[in-house]
C-alpha cells in the first residue's frame, strides 16, 4: 500500500512538473525565480545566525542576509540609501542579461554547429580519397575491400554520401567493419542525384567514385541519375574512375551513356548469369575468382617491362618467380590476354600479371627449374554431350540459358523446374528464343517441395543449378517486366530476401537426395546475401555465387586500378579467354615432385597460362579448399590424377 502511494505521488509531482514546462518560457522563469529565492533566502538566514561574527542587531542581520542574497544571486548585494541599492540591483540584472543573452548565442552557435556536423552537411577537403554514393548492402564489403587494399598507405579516406542519418551510417559501418586501420570513414547525408550535395564529398578530388545500386525497383534508373548528377558537378574529364553496377541488362546502355566515356558500368545479372555457367562447367571455379577479387590474397596487378622488351611474351611466363604473367597492358591503354607466346613485348607495354602485392612483382627468372622430363602430351578430349539441371527461374535466367548455348558441346540438354507452369515458362520470349547448342525442357513445380525433387533423379544429371526464385507465381517463374528497373520479381540482388530462404530449404532437400545416393552432387548456387551462404546446408568448399559480394568486389578492384575492366570484361564473356581448371595430367607426369616452373613452361606450349592448381584431396578443406593461386615458381609439388590446373585459355 505504501509503494502504490509513493508511486503515485511520483506520477502526481512528474505530472505537475510537465504542465509547468508546457505553461511556456515566461511561467518556467517565474516558478524557477521562486524556488530559487525559496532556497536562497533561508540558507542565508541560517548562515547569517550561525555565524559568530554576524551583528547582533536585527536591522544588522537583516542587512547581512541581504548581502548574502546578493552575492549569491550575483545582483550586487550593495547596502545604503534605496535609490542606491535599486539601482545596484538594476545594474546587476542588466549585466547578467547581458551575460546570459552572450553565453546564450554562443551556445546555440555551438549547438547549431555541432547538428550540422551531426547531420553530414560540411564539406570533406581530402584530396586522393574515395567515393561511395549510395547505400545498400554492398557497401561493407566494398568498404572492407577498400581498408584492405590501403592497408599499406599511411593515411587513406573513403567519403560516403547516401540518404541516411550521418550517425545511423557511422555505427552500421563501424559495426559490420570491425577494423579500418589507418583508412578513416567520413559519412554525409544527402541526396546522390543533386550536384550541388555531391559537392560534399569532393568528388572533384577523388581518385575514384563508386556509385552502388539501391535496392527496389527503381535502382538502376537512380544510378542513371546518381551518374548524370556527378557529370554535372564535375563537368568536363576528371582524373577519378567512375563505377557504377545496375542490374537489369536492358539499363546496362543508359549508364553507359550516363557515365560517359570514362566510366565502367557493371551489369549484375550479365556478370553472374555467367559466372553460374562456367562454375556449373568447372567446379571450383568460384573459389579462384574469391581469391582473385578480394585484397587479402592475390590479384591482379601490372609491373613495368624491365628488360622485356624486345622479348617475347612466352618468354616473360618464366621471368617472375613468385608472380604469374597473364597479359600485356599496351601503350594506348588495351589490354590482352594470353595472346601468342610469340608476340613481342614493345617499350610502352606493362606486364599484368598475377600477384600477391604490387610491390612482390619483381623479375627474377625461373626457366632453370622446369624439367623437360616431367612434360607431357595432352590426350585429345572430345567434348561429350551433357545432362544439365537448372532448378528456379529469374530473370536472369534467360541469361544463364544464352550463356549455356555458347558453351556446351551439341547435344546438351537441360531440363529447367521453376514455378508458373511448363506452358508458361515455354511460352515466355526469353525461353523460346532459338539455340543451336543447347535442348531446353521445361518443367513446373516447386523447388523447395521434396516430392517434386525426388521425381527429377538430380544424381543423374551431370551439374545442377540452382538460382534464386520468389515465391510470387508466374510473375516470378517468367521474370517478366518492363520500364527502368524491373518487373514485379525479385528487383535486385537484395530486394527479395525470400529468395534465399526458398533457396536454402531447395540445398537442403538437395544435400538429403546427395546423401541418400551416396554421390557427390555437382551444385553451382546463387544466393544474394553472403550470411545466407554461411547458412547453406552444403559440402565444404562448395560453388556459391553471391552476387551482391561479387560485384562489391568487382568495383572496388576497378576502382583501384581502371585497367582492370578491360580484364574482368574478357573474362567473363564467352569470346576471348577465361580461366578454366583442366586435368593436371595433361600437363605434366603425376606421382612425382616437379616444380611449378614446369606446369608454366608445359602450358606454353598449349597457348595458354598456368596461374595455380586445386588438390583434390583437399578439396573440402578449408580455408583454401585445395586452392592455390599464383604459387613460387620454384615450389615443388606432387600431383595425383584427379588434380587440376587453373589456367587462363582461350574460349
Not at 536492358?250 to 562454375?279: E, F, S, Y
Not at 567473363?572 to 611449378?596: Q, W
Request: aromatic residues 4%; charged residues 20%; glycine residues 10%.
Amino acid at each position: 500500500m505504501a509503494q502504490q502511494h509513493t508511486k503515485s505521488l511520483r506520477l502526481r509531482l512528474r505530472y505537475r512538473f510537465d504542465h509547468l514546462v508546457a505553461g511556456g518560457a515566461a511561467a518556467l522563469i517565474g516558478w524557477l525565480a521562486l524556488a530559487c529565492l525559496a532556497v536562497v533566502i533561508p540558507a542565508s538566514t541560517v548562515l547569517v545566525w550561525a555565524d559568530r561574527g554576524a551583528p547582533t542587531t536585527l536591522s544588522g542581520r537583516l542587512t547581512a542576509v541581504w548581502v548574502s542574497v546578493g552575492q549569491t544571486l550575483k545582483i550586487g548585494g550593495a547596502v545604503g540609501s534605496p535609490v542606491y541599492v535599486l539601482a545596484s540591483v538594476t545594474l546587476a540584472l542588466v549585466a547578467l542579461l547581458f551575460v546570459s543573452t552572450l553565453v546564450s548565442l554562443i551556445t546555440t552557435g555551438i549547438n547549431g554547429r555541432i547538428m550540422a556536423l551531426r547531420r553530414g552537411h560540411s564539406t570533406v577537403l581530402e584530396a586522393g580519397h574515395t567515393v561511395v554514393l549510395g547505400w545498400s548492402d554492398q557497401i561493407f564489403p566494398v568498404i572492407g575491400e577498400l581498408v584492405a587494399a590501403n592497408a599499406n598507405q599511411r593515411r587513406s579516406a573513403i567519403a560516403v554520401l547516401a540518404p541516411m542519418d550521418k550517425v545511423e551510417m557511422e555505427d552500421e559501418i563501424s559495426t559490420s567493419v570491425a577494423r579500418t586501420g589507418t583508412t578513416r570513414i567520413i559519412c554525409r547525408s544527402g541526396r546522390t542525384t543533386d550536384p550541388s550535395v555531391l559537392a560534399r564529398v569532393s568528388p572533384q578530388t577523388a581518385k575514384a567514385v563508386l556509385v552502388l545500386p539501391p535496392a527496389g525497383e527503381t535502382g538502376d534508373a537512380h544510378v542513371v541519375k546518381t551518374l548524370l548528377a556527378l557529370d554535372a558537378a564535375v563537368p568536363g574529364p576528371g582524373d577519378a574512375v567512375v563505377v557504377a553496377a545496375v542490374r537489369d541488362t536492358r539499363n546496362h546502355l543508359t549508364a553507359r551513356l550516363a557515365a560517359g566515356p570514362g566510366g565502367h558500368v557493371l551489369c549484375v545479372d550479365d556478370i553472374i548469369a555467367r559466372l553460374l555457367v562456367q562454375t556449373a562447367r568447372q567446379p571450383g571455379l568460384s573459389l579462384v575468382y574469391q581469391e582473385l577479387l578480394d585484397f587479402a590474397g592475390d590479384e591482379f596487378y601490372t609491373a613495368a617491362a624491365r628488360g622485356l622488351a624486345g622479348r617475347t611474351f612466352g618468354e616473360a611466363l618464366l621471368a617472375f618467380t613468385t608472380s604469374s604473367v597473364v597479359g600485356l597492358l599496351r601503350g594506348d591503354g588495351g589490354v590482352v590476354l594470353n595472346p601468342d607466346p610469340g608476340t613481342a613485348i614493345a617499350a610502352g607495354d606493362r606486364i599484368v600479371l598475377i600477384s600477391e602485392d604490387d610491390d612482390t612483382a619483381v623479375p627474377q627468372d625461373a626457366a632453370a627449374w622446369v624439367e623437360e622430363d616431367a612434360i607431357v602430351t595432352a590426350r585429345p578430349r572430345t567434348p561429350l554431350p551433357e545432362r544439365l539441371l537448372l532448378l528456379g527461374w529469374n530473370r536472369r535466367a534467360p541469361l544463364v540459358l544464352e550463356q549455356l548455348d555458347q558453351f556446351v558441346s551439341p547435344g546438351t540438354t537441360l531440363d529447367v523446374v521453376a514455378l508458373g507452369g511448363e506452358t508458361t515458362l515455354r511460352t515466355s520470349p526469353e525461353a523460346a528464343a532459338v539455340r543451336s547448342r543447347l535442348d531446353v525442357s521445361f518443367h513446373g513445380g516447386d523447388i523447395t517441395d521434396p516430392q517434386v525433387l525426388a521425381k527429377l533423379d538430380v544424381p543423374s544429371y551431370d551439374s545442377v543449378i540452382v538460382i534464386g526464385e520468389a515465391a510470387t507465381g508466374t510473375g516470378a517463374a517468367t521474370g517478366t517486366g518492363t520500364g527502368t528497373g524491373t518487373g514485379t520479381e525479385d528487383s535486385g540482388i537484395d530486394a527479395d530476401t525470400g529468395t534465399d530462404d526458398r533457396t536454402l530449404v531447395t540445398l537442403l532437400h538437395l544435400r538429403a537426395i546427395g546423401e541418400a545416393a551416396q554421390r557427390e552432387l555437382s551444385l553451382t548456387t546463387e544466393m544474394s546475401d553472403d550470411g545466407n551462404r554461411l547458412l547453406a546446408p552444403a559440402r565444404e568448399g562448395a560453388d556459391f555465387i553471391v552476387s551482391g559480394r561479387l560485384i562489391s568486389l568487382l568495383m572496388t578492384q576497378i576502382s583501384e586500378s581502371r585497367y582492370l575492366a578491360g580484364v574482368f570484361e574478357e573474362l567473363f564473356r564467352a569470346e576471348g579467354n577465361e580461366l578454366y581448371l583442366k586435368p593436371v595430367s595433361d600437363y605434366v607426369r603425376t606421382g612425382r615432385e616437379v616444380a611449378f616452373a614446369t606446369l608454366v613452361e608445359s602450358a606454353r606450349r598449349h597457348g595458354e597460362c598456368a596461374v595455380g592448381y586445386r588438390l583434390r584431396g583437399r578439396a573440402a578443406t578449408g580455408p583454401d579448399f585445395g586452392v592455390r593461386l599464383n604459387p613460387d615458381k620454384r615450389e615443388r609439388v606432387r600431383f595425383g590424377e584427379h588434380d587440376w590446373l587453373i589456367v587462363l585459355a582461350e574460349s
